[in-house]
Each structure stands twice: as structure tokens, then as C-alpha cells.
């Protein structure tokens, strides 16, 4: 029996205009071509500024009919985050230094500035085991980043919606640009994440970071010469033939490092299990297996050259300008990357302009074995190009301290890499530090740096002053 359907046509006409709209779709993609991941980070913000804008307007509907508040105490107490106004960054004059393993501070002889030396002595410096961490929750920044979740409270009210969800199709901001493009570099290199944070607002974006050269590893040489120190060749690097280097006494790369159990004297490799077991004497280099090694990429004795895979978040602090938190927990001994910049010869350092001194790293971590050496030494400088590093601030109690680790090149050429490994477990949202000055407690009644700023880390313990 046929049962006509009384608007048959109508849902004829629909049909054929879905199936139109559907077509036109399709060849709108075909001709846009594959679709890439590039601008992810912007499309996350778009959205992201889209809900926000969403939730506010619900938010605010639903807390006026309840309460009657005005809006803008509505928009805050869901947890909408204002962009806050990052504080004035200071001339920060992090020179970190590997000398004799440790963070050192001295004035710059010419300037008389100080500039924080980072001790690369993992065991070295007892504020180092503090497990106190910074005061930036995981809380705070979970309310700011889902806005509607502070407003759960509001589903008691069963209102009736009165203002439409509004959409805004926001241009991508200064700060979801740079962000995509530092996060576009580290993916070129297969490293996790890294983002700048929501809680910048545009305004509060230096100058000097619009240009900043986002690089997740490695050194920039303006010098020919001195990268010609990487360009070793290939019969000086030492080389093991082990395979899996699994036994740390027939791995020639190994015994360059000179790393021995520190209570059997045992020779050991530096890592156990992917983590740095915190075995390396003061003065020490870790000396990884190289490109001309027999081993693969899962050679145990090849860590802190593979890939970052915690993902970063670089944010304002309040406190201390930006800084860097984790995203993943992080378990101690884990290294989460290199310092990187451009590599400049030591003498040069102060022709460098005043704001490049809060971000340099002196490569001295074998001057504290040889005291006579040792040719030319290095420092890094993080100023105009570099990764997340950059912005890693002082704690007297942190979660990070550093090490000298050497497989791009050959350990005489005083050219390692400083990496940064978790001291203590650290949960994602906490905010990562080192202390710029680690021998201070081995040095407390000798003498404090001259360059000192105020230190504003919120440790218990904490000093009063950070070395600049
Ligand atoms: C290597 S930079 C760290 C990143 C820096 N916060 C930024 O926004 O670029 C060092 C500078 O950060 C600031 N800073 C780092 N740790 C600090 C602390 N504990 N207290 C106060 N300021 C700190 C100081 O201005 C210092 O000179």
C-alpha cells in the first residue's frame, strides 16, 4: 500500500539541500588541500577564546538571575582568567656556570655585575633535596583554564536562558602566534609541546621575545671558528663498538666519563633506566654515546640528546616575570632538556648588552678539575635565541638542578650542553626552578654574591636574595 507522505516534497527539498551544502563542503576541503597541524595552537586558542566568551555570557546570565551581581564580578568569581600584567621584567643577569659544578655568582668585572652560576653538581648543593616547590597551583591554573567550572554551583538555578551564547571569531593573538611557531620548532625536532601560556596578554609581550628564536637544542656560533669545535672530526671521537651498552664497564664512551658507583667504586653509567642517578661527581662531564657509536637511538647511555618529551608551558608568574611549568608530571631523575643559545667565548661576555646578562650559562663544568686548562672557555647566551630554558627562575628550594653532558662533540673542546633534570618528583602545573647559587648553603657564613636581587620564590627556606 502506498502511503503518501503529506510534505513529502518539503523533506525532499531538505534533503537535497543538505546533500548540496554537503558537496559544496567537500570540494571546499579538496581544494584547500590536506589539512595541517601547523596551526593548532591557534585553533586551540580560537576555540578556546570562543567557550570562554560563551561560558562568560552563561555565566553571567545565570549569576545576574540568581544573585543579581554585576557582570564583571560574575565573569571573576567563574573563574574566567583576566590577563594579568606581567611584572617589570628586571635586567636578569642568569649567568649560569657549570664551574666546579656549581651556581656562583660574581660581579661582571667591568659592569660590576654579579651573574648567577649554575652549579652543576646534582648532589652538591642541599637545598637541592628541599621538596618545597613553588607556590603556583595546579588548582589555579586548572580554574583559569575551564572557566565554567566555578559556576557549577549555578545548575540549583533552572532559569531560562536569556542571552544568547554569543560567538566571536577572535584573530589569533601576538601571543598565539609566537606560541604556534616555538611549538612548530620544537615539533621539527619531535619534542613535546610547548606553549605560552593564556595568562600573557599581548601587551605585556617584551619586545626582545617577538623576535626571539625559538630553538629546542643545540648552540648558535656567530664565529666560524668556534664551530668548527663541532665539526670535529670523525677518528677523534671516541667511539664504543657495545652495541647495547649495556655493561657499563666494556663501554669505552663510559669509562671517558669516569663515573663510578660512589660506594663500591663501580664503574656505572650515569642513567639508570632513561633517569640520571645523580652518581656524577662535582667537575664531571656525562659523556654520552656519539653519532659514530655502534649503538641505536635506545642505547641506555643516550638520554639527554633525545627528544623532550615533557610538555612545557612557559607563564607569567606574578612574581617573578615568566617562568616555565610542566604539563606532564615529571618523576625525579628525569632530564627535561638542554640549555641552548648562542655559544660566545668567555672574554667576550662583557661587550654583551646589559639585558643579555640575566640569561647567560658559563660552560666551565671541567674548570673545577683543571685548574690550569684548559684553552678557551665558553659561555651561552639565551637573550635572542634559545628554548624554554630561557625562562627558568630562581628557588632556594627547586625542583631542577643541572648537569654537563657531552655527544655532539669531543669533551675537550669544553663545549657541553647543560641539562636540566628533576631533582624531586614534581607534579604537572608546578613551576620549574633551579637555584642560581647552590653552594650557598655549603658556603653560608663565606661570602654572598655581590650582584643580589630579592629573591621572591616563596620557598620556607628561603633566602631573602637570589644571585643575579
Ligand atoms: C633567566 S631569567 C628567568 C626568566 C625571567 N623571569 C623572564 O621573565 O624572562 C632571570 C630573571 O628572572 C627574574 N627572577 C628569576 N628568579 C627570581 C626570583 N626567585 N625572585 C625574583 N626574580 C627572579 C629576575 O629578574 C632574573 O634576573
Not at 595568562?199 to 625559538?214: A, C, G, M, T, V
Not at 659523556?287 to 627528544?307: H, L, S, T, W
Not at 647567560?360 to 637573550?383: A, C, H
Request: aromatic residues 8%; glycine residues 8%; proline residues 6%.
Amino acid at each position: 500500500m502506498n502511503v503518501p507522505w503529506p510534505d513529502d516534497a518539503v523533506h525532499k527539498r531538505l534533503t537535497d539541500q543538505r546533500s548540496q551544502g554537503y558537496d559544496e563542503k567537500l570540494e571546499k576541503r579538496r581544494q584547500a588541500g590536506p589539512r595541517s597541524t601547523a596551526d593548532w595552537d591557534e585553533e586551540i586558542e580560537k576555540a578556546y577564546a570562543r567557550v570562554q566568551e560563551r561560558e562568560t555570557g552563561e555565566t553571567n546570565s545565570r549569576l545576574r538571575l540568581r544573585r543579581g551581581n554585576p557582570p564583571s564580578a560574575s565573569a571573576s568569581s567563574a573563574g574566567v582568567s583576566t590577563p594579568s600584567r606581567r611584572s617589570k621584567r628586571s635586567s636578569p643577569a642568569l649567568t649560569v656556570s657549570s664551574r666546579d659544578k656549581s651556581i656562583s655568582a660574581g660581579p661582571l668585572p667591568k659592569r660590576g655585575r654579579g651573574r648567577p652560576r649554575i652549579n652543576s653538581t646534582p648532589t652538591s648543593s642541599p637545598g637541592l633535596s628541599a621538596t618545597t616547590l613553588s607556590s603556583f597551583s595546579r588548582k589555579g591554573k586548572l580554574a583559569a583554564l575551564t572557566p565554567s567550572s566555578a559556576g557549577s554551583s549555578s545548575m540549583e538555578i533552572e532559569a531560562p536562558q536569556t542571552t544568547l551564547p554569543s560567538v566571536i571569531i577572535s584573530q589569533p593573538t601576538l601571543r598565539g602566534r609566537i606560541s604556534s611557531t616555538w611549538n612548530k620548532a620544537a615539533k621539527e625536532v619531535m619534542a613535546a609541546m610547548v606553549r605560552i601560556s593564556p595568562n600573557i596578554s599581548d601587551e605585556n609581550f617584551p619586545r626582545h621575545l617577538r623576535k626571539f628564536k625559538y630553538m629546542e637544542t643545540g648552540y648558535v656560533f656567530r664565529d666560524k671558528g668556534l664551530q668548527d669545535n663541532f665539526n670535529v672530526p670523525r677518528g677523534t671521537f671516541t667511539v664504543c663498538d657495545c652495541m647495547t651498552c649495556s655493561d657499563a664497564s666494556g663501554c669505552s664512551c663510559r669509562d671517558l666519563s669516569e663515573i663510578y658507583d660512589l660506594k663500591d667504586k663501580t664503574n656505572v653509567f650515569a642513567y639508570s633506566e632513561g633517569l640520571f642517578t645523580f652518581e656524577v661527581p662535582r667537575g664531571v662531564d656525562v659523556i654520552e654515546c656519539n653519532k659514530y657509536c655502534g649503538c641505536g637511538n635506545d642505547c641506555g647511555n643516550r638520554v639527554a640528546q633525545r627528544p623532550r618529551d615533557i610538555s612545557i608551558e612557559i607563564f607569567d608568574t606574578n612574581r617573578c616575570g615568566w617562568g616555565v611549568r610542566a604539563m606532564n608530571d615529571v618523576p625525579r631523575g628525569k632530564i627535561i632538556g638542554t640549555y641552548a643559545g648562542v655559544l660566545v667565548r668567555r672574554d667576550e661576555v662583557d661587550e654583551l648588552p646589559e639585558e643579555h646578562h640575566g640569561y647567560l650559562f658559563d660552560l666551565d663544568s671541567t674548570e673545577v678539575r683543571n685548574s690550569e686548562n684548559l684553552g678557551e672557555k665558553y659561555t651561552v647566551d639565551s637573550y635572542e635565541c634559545g628554548n624554554w630554558t630561557h625562562f627558568v627562575n630562581h628557588s632556594c628550594s627547586p625542583n631542577m638542578e643541572v648537569y654537563c653532558v657531552v655527544y655532539d662533540t669531543i669533551p675537550y673542546v669544553n663545549m657541553p650542553y647543560v641539562a636540566f633534570v628533576a631533582s624531586t618528583d614534581i607534579a604537572a602545573g608546578r613551576e620549574l626552578t633551579i637555584d642560581y647559587f647552590p653552594h650557598t648553603e655549603t658556603n653560608r657564613k663565606g661570602k654572598q654574591p655581590a650582584n643580589r636581587g630579592d629573591c621572591k620564590c616563596d620557598s620556607e627556606v628561603c633566602r631573602g636574595w637570589f644571585k643575579r
